[in-house]
C-alpha cells in the first residue's frame, strides 16, 4: 500500500465506530503503517489509537500507545506534533484515570503522570482546572476525605478553558461527589440546566443520568429516575467500556424492588467480565450483580444462562452460587486496590455495595413486565385466599371477576349423594362444588366400609381429580382401577363410561392404540344399552381420542354422530360445538368452524360457564375474517375467562388488536401477558417479548422496544431457539437504526449474516447484508457500505436471484461513488451491465426499474471520468421507461442529470426547454428544485438570455456567482 492510501485507510478507521471492530483495525493498519516507516503517519495512528482503545475498551492498551507518541513529542519535535499537541495533554486525563483503574500499577506511577501533566499544563500556560480534577479523583479513589474535598474546592473555583472536561462530563464528576457525600438535592439542581442544554460528548447524557439515578430516587423523584434509567442504560448496554456505569443500573434496580429486571442486566452482561475493560470495572459490575443475584436466589431456584468462555461451556447456574462467585471476584479485587493504596477504603466501598437490597416503594421499570413478580417459593401476602389468582392493588382479581361463593354441601347427604354430586359438578364445569362434595366425602366416609360400586365410583373421580391437576399418569392409574372395580361387580354401563374416559386418556399416552380400542368398544357397548345422553357422550369420546392424534376427517364423523341435543345434557352440547369447531379448523373449513364456534358460544352463555364461553370465544376469533369481529369475541373471552385462561386469552387479542390497526391498545395485552408468563414461571414469555417489541417498534415507542427486543434475544438464545432469535435480532436490528444507534445495528446485521451461513439462508443473508450497508450509506460510511451491497450481491447471485443481485450492484455501484472510490465504482457498474443484459427485455415494473436505474447510476460514474457523451448515450430513453411505471421522481432526477450533461457538451439549446420542463413539474419544496433551476440559469447564460437568468436566481435564491 502506498502512503496514500494507509492516510485513506486511517480516515476509514477513524469514522467506525468504537469497539473491537475499530481496535483489530488500529492494530492491523500500525503494523502496516510501522513497515511502511511513515513518522508523521505512525504518530497520528497512535494518537488516534489512544482514543480508540479507551471508548474501545482495552484502555490497558492506551498506555502504550500514549507513552509511545508523548516520546515521540519529546525526543523529536516536528511540526506536525503541533497540530496535535492539545490532543496529547487531553490523553493525560486519560492516563490518570486508567492507571487508577489498574491495581497492578503503582500509586506513585499515578502521581508522576500527574506532575508531569501539570508541568505542561502551567508550561503551555493552560488553567490548572481539570488536573485539580484528577487529583480530587486520586484522593476520592484511595479514600482520603480530606484531601478529595481541598482538590475539589480547587477544581469548582479554578476557571475552566478548551482543556477542561465538557459541559455534560464535568457536571457529572460533580453529581457523583455530591452523591456520594449526602448532598443529592444540590446534585440534581446542578445538573439541570446541564440536561437543558445541548450535550455532544461521546460519554453524554447517559453518563450524568446515571449519576442521578440515586438522587432522583432519595430526593422523591421517582418518575425521573425510572427515566433517567432507561434513557442511559439504552445508551450504555452496548459498550464494553461503559461496564462500570451498567453495574450502577444493576444496583439500581435492585434497590428499586426490580430484582428480576436486575438479573436480565446481569445476565446480559456477565459475559463481559471475561473480557472486562479495567480490574475496577470488573470489582463494581461483579459486586452489584453479587447483590443482584443474592436477591433473586433466596428462594433458592432462581438461576442464570451464562455464556460460555474459554474453557467453560455455556449453561445455567445457580444464582447463590454464582452471587458468591462474583462475591469473591469483587472483594479480592477490593483487597488489591486497598494493598496498592494502602487504605481499606476499596473493600468498605465493596461491602456497601454486596449489602445494597431493595429499600422504598417498588418502583416498575420494566417495559415488558407490569407488576413486581412474587418471590420464587411464594409469598402469602402476594395471594388471595384461593391460592391461585395473584391480587392487584384495588384487591381485585386477575380478570376482574367477584369471588365465586362458597358452594353448599348438604351436610345430611350420604355418601353416594356426594359423589352424584361430585359427577355432575364435574359435568357442569362446577370446581369448586366438585372438589367441596368429594372434600365431604372423604372426610365423613373416606374410612368407612362402603360398597364396591361407591368405591368404584370415588375411584373414577379421583382420576377427574389427578386429570385436572395434569397427572396424566395418576389418572389412567385410578381410571384402571375403577374399571376393574365395576367389571367384578358385573356393572357392565358404568364399567364401559370408564372405559371411555380412560381410552380419551391413554389417547394422550404412549398407548394411542389401546386407548382408541376402549373408546370405540365402549361406544358400540353404549348405543346399545346406554341412554340417550350415555350414547352422546361415548362418541364424543371417540372423537376426543382421534382428535389427540390428530385424525380429524374421523373425529368430524364421530362428533356427527353426537345428537344436535347432546342427549339432553346441553353442557356435553356445548363441548360438542367446541371440539366440531376445533377439527373443522383444523380441517380448513373456516365457516364451519366459526358456525360451530358462535354455537359453543350460544350455548356456554346459555348455560353460564365462563371456561366455555372463553374456549368458544377464542375459536370464533380465530376463525372470523373481519380483525374488529375478533377483537370483540377476545373482549367476551376476557370478560369470562377463568384466571388460568387468561393467559391465552391476552395474547390472542394483542395479536387481534395488532391486526385491527390497534398497535398502541395491543402493547397493554402484551405487556399482561408477558407479566402472567413470568410470574407463572413460564417459558413463553421470550416468544411473547419478542412479539411485544414489534408493537412496541409499530407505535414508534422504539426505545422500549429495543429494552423489550434485548431481553426477548436474551431469552430465546436461551431456549435454544435460534432461529427465532435471529429473527428478533433482525427486528432488534431495525429499532436500533430507527434510535440512530448505527453501531449495536451493525453489529447485529453481521452476526445475522455470520448465524445465516447455510445455502438455504442465502436470500435471508443478502437481505440482512443489504440493510447493513443500508445504514452505512446513510451514515456517509460509504466505502463500508459498499462492501456490504457487494457481499450483498454475491449472496443473491448464489441464491438465483437476479433481480436482487442487480439492485445490490446499483446500490454498490452508487455507494463506491460517493466515497470517491472511482475505479471501484466503475466495476460494480460493470458487473450490473453485465447482469442487466440476462434481464433485458423483461416486462415486469421491477425490472424496468432497476434497468433504468443502472443506467442512471453508470451515467454518474462516466461523468466523473469525464466521459459525458458516453454517459449520455446511457440514458437515452431512460426518462420515458420509469415514467412508464409512473416513478416520476426518479425519471425527473435522470432528466436533470441530462440536463448536467447537455451544458458540459456545449449544447445548452438542447437543455434550457428540458430544464424548464423538469422545474415547471417538481413540487415546490422538492430538493432538486434549487439544482434544475441553477443548471436552467447557467443555460439561459450560455443562450445570451441574462435577464431571464437573474430573474430565476432571484426567484431561488440563487448566488449569481455560485
Not at 519529546?74 to 484515570?97: C, E, G, I, S
Not at 499515578?110 to 508531569?116: G, I, K, M, S
Not at 481539570?130 to 479514600?143: E, S, W
Not at 456517509?780 to 438465483?800: N, T
Amino acid at each position: 500500500m502506498s502512503d496514500e492510501d494507509l492516510w485513506r485507510v486511517l480516515r476509514g478507521i477513524s469514522d467506525m465506530p468504537y469497539g473491537a471492530g475499530q481496535i483489530a483495525a488500529f492494530e492491523q493498519l500500525l503494523r502496516r503503517v510501522d513497515a511502511a516507516d511513515d513518522r508523521h503517519l505512525a504518530f497520528v495512528t497512535r494518537m488516534q489509537a489512544t482514543a480508540g482503545y479507551i471508548y474501545g475498551g482495552e484502555p490497558a492498551k492506551s498506555f502504550v500507545t500514549f507513552s509511545w507518541c508523548l516520546s515521540e513529542f519529546d525526543r523529536d519535535p516536528q511540526p506536525y506534533h503541533q497540530r496535535h499537541a492539545h490532543n496529547l495533554l487531553w490523553h493525560f486525563k486519560y492516563m490518570v484515570t486508567g492507571l487508577l483503574n489498574f491495581p497492578e500499577v503503582p500509586l506513585d506511577r499515578t502521581y508522576a503522570v500527574l506532575d508531569d501533566m501539570e508541568r505542561r499544563y502551567r508550561a503551555g500556560g493552560h488553567s490548572l482546572q481539570t488536573v485539580h480534577k484528577h487529583r480530587f479523583r486520586v484522593a476520592d479513589h484511595v479514600g482520603d476525605a480530606e484531601a478529595a474535598a481541598h482538590w475539589y474546592r480547587l477544581w469548582q473555583t479554578t476557571p475552566r478553558d478548551d482543556l477542561s472536561d465538557c459541559a455534560g462530563c464535568d457536571p457529572t464528576s460533580q453529581v457523583n461527589y455530591l452523591a456520594d457525600t449526602g448532598r443529592d438535592a444540590e446534585a440534581v439542581a446542578l445538573s439541570e440546566p446541564v440536561l437543558a442544554g445541548r450535550l455532544t460528548c461521546n460519554e453524554q447524557p447517559q453518563a450524568i443520568l446515571t449519576a442521578l439515578l440515586l438522587p432522583y430516587l432519595r430526593t422523591g423523584r421517582a418518575e425521573s429516575a425510572r427515566d433517567a434509567h432507561r434513557e442511559a442504560y439504552r445508551r450504555l448496554r452496548g459498550n464494553l467500556a461503559d461496564l462500570w456505569d451498567i453495574g450502577d443500573h444493576v444496583e439500581f434496580c435492585t434497590l428499586t424492588g426490580n430484582e428480576a429486571r436486575a438479573v436480565e442486566l446481569v445476565e446480559r452482561h456477565l459475559d463481559w467480565l471475561d473480557r472486562a475493560p479495567s480490574p475496577a470495572a470488573a470489582m463494581h459490575f461483579a459486586a452489584t450483580a453479587a447483590a443482584a443475584l443474592r436477591q433473586a436466589g433466596q428462594g433458592g431456584a432462581a438461576t442464570v444462562y451464562r455464556r460460555a468462555a474459554e474453557g467453560r461451556p455455556a449453561g445455567e447456574v445457580s444464582a447463590s452460587v454464582l452471587a458468591d462467585e462474583l462475591t469473591r471476584t469483587a472483594t479480592e479485587l477490593a483487597e488489591r486496590f486497598d494493598a496498592r493504596n494502602g487504605t481499606t477504603h476499596q473493600s468498605e466501598w465493596v461491602a456497601r455495595r454486596l449489602a445494597v437490597r431493595p429499600s422504598g416503594e417498588h418502583l416498575p421499570l420494566s417495559a415488558s413486565v407490569r407488576r413486581r413478580p412474587p418471590p420464587r417459593g411464594g409469598d402469602e401476602s402476594t395471594t388471595s385466599h384461593r391460592g391461585d389468582l395473584p391480587l392487584l392493588a384495588d384487591g381485585a382479581t386477575r380478570a376482574g371477576k367477584p369471588e365465586a361463593p362458597a358452594p353448599t354441601v348438604p351436610a345430611d347427604a350420604g355418601p353416594d349423594q356426594l359423589l352424584d354430586l361430585a359427577e355432575q359438578s364435574w359435568g357442569r364445569h362446577d370446581p369448586i362444588t366438585f372438589r367441596a362434595a368429594l372434600a365431604a366425602y372423604d372426610e365423613r366416609f373416606g374410612a368407612a366400609d362402603l360398597p364396591p360400586r361407591t368405591v368404584a365410583q370415588r375411584m373414577a373421580l379421583r382420576a377427574a381429580e389427578r386429570g385436572d391437576e395434569d397427572d396424566l399418569p395418576g389418572a389412567i392409574e385410578s381410571n384402571r382401577a375403577a374399571l376393574d372395580l365395576y367389571l367384578a361387580e358385573g356393572d357392565e354401563l358404568s364399567a364401559q363410561v370408564v372405559a371411555g374416559r380412560l381410552g380419551v386418556l391413554l389417547a394422550r399416552s404412549d398407548d394411542a392404540d389401546e386407548g382408541l380400542a376402549l373408546v370405540r368398544k365402549a361406544a358400540e357397548v353404549l348405543d346399545r344399552d346406554g341412554d340417550a345422553r350415555q350414547r352422546a357422550a361415548a362418541h364424543h369420546r371417540v372423537a376426543l381420542a382421534l382428535l389427540q392424534q390428530e385424525r380429524w376427517a374421523e373425529a368430524l364423523t364421530a362428533l356427527d354422530r353426537v345428537p344436535a341435543d347432546a342427549g339432553g345434557d346441553r353442557y356435553l352440547a356445548a363441548r360438542v360445538a367446541l371440539h366440531r369447531a376445533h377439527v373443522l379448523e383444523q380441517s380448513e373449513r373456516l365457516d364451519e368452524a366459526r358456525a360451530a364456534a358462535a354455537e359453543a358460544r350460544r350455548i356456554g352463555r346459555d348455560v353460564g360457564v365462563d371456561e366455555l364461553v372463553t374456549a368458544a370465544s377464542l375459536a370464533y376469533a380465530r376463525t372470523v375474517d373481519d380483525p374488529a369481529e375478533a377483537v370483540a369475541a377476545c373482549d367476551e373471552a376476557l370478560a369470562s375467562a377463568p384466571t388460568e385462561a387468561e393467559l391465552a386469552v391476552r395474547v390472542a387479542r394483542a395479536r387481534a388488536l395488532l391486526a385491527a390497526g390497534r398497535a398502541a391498545d395491543a402493547v397493554d395485552d402484551f405487556v399482561e401477558a408477558v407479566t402472567l408468563c413470568v410470574e407463572r414461571g413460564e417459558e413463553g414469555d421470550a416468544f411473547l417479548r419478542w412479539e411485544l417489541a414489534n408493537a412496541y417498534r409499530m407505535v414508534g415507542r422504539l426505545g422500549e422496544a429495543a429494552e423489550v427486543a434485548e431481553e426477548a434475544v436474551l431469552g430465546l438464545d436461551r431456549l435454544g431457539a435460534q432461529a427465532e432469535a435471529d429473527r428478533c435480532r433482525h427486528l432488534l436490528a431495525g429499532v436500533y437504526a430507527g434510535l440512530g444507534e448505527i453501531k449495536p445495528a451493525l453489529t447485529l446485521l453481521e452476526q445475522l449474516a455470520d448465524n445465516l451461513d447455510g445455502p438455504d439462508n442465502l436470500p435471508y443473508r443478502a437481505q440482512v447484508l443489504e440493510e447493513a450497508g443500508d445504514i452505512l450509506y446513510d451514515a456517509d460510511r460509504d466505502a463500508a457500505g459498499a462492501e456490504r451491497f457487494a457481499a450483498a450481491a454475491e449472496a443473491y447471485r448464489l441464491g438465483d436471484l437476479p433481480l436482487d443481485e442487480l439492485r445490490a450492484r446499483r446500490r454498490e455501484a452508487y455507494a463506491w461513488f460517493w466515497a470517491d472510490d472511482r475505479p471501484a465504482a466503475t466495476r460494480a457498474v460493470e458487473q450490473a451491465d453485465a447482469l442487466a443484459v440476462t434481464l433485458a427485455g423483461l416486462p415486469e415494473p421491477p425490472v424496468t426499474y432497476e434497468l433504468a436505474m443502472v443506467a442512471e447510476v453508470g451515467a454518474r460514474v462516466l461523468t466523473t471520468e469525464n466521459r459525458p457523451d458516453e454517459a449520455l448515450a446511457r440514458l437515452d430513453g431512460v426518462p420515458d421507461r420509469l415514467r412508464s411505471i409512473e416513478a416520476f421522481g426518479e425519471a425527473a432526477q435522470v432528466e436533470i442529470l441530462v440536463g448536467e450533461l447537455l451544458l458540459r457538451l456545449d449544447r445548452p439549446a438542447e437543455a434550457e426547454p428540458l430544464l424548464r420542463r423538469v422545474l415547471g413539474g417538481l413540487p415546490a419544496d422538492s430538493r432538486p428544485v434549487r439544482q434544475t433551476a441553477w443548471l436552467l440559469a447557467r443555460a439561459l447564460d450560455l443562450l445570451d438570455r441574462p435577464t431571464e437568468a437573474a430573474a430565476l436566481r432571484t426567484e431561488h435564491d440563487l448566488d449569481p456567482d455560485d
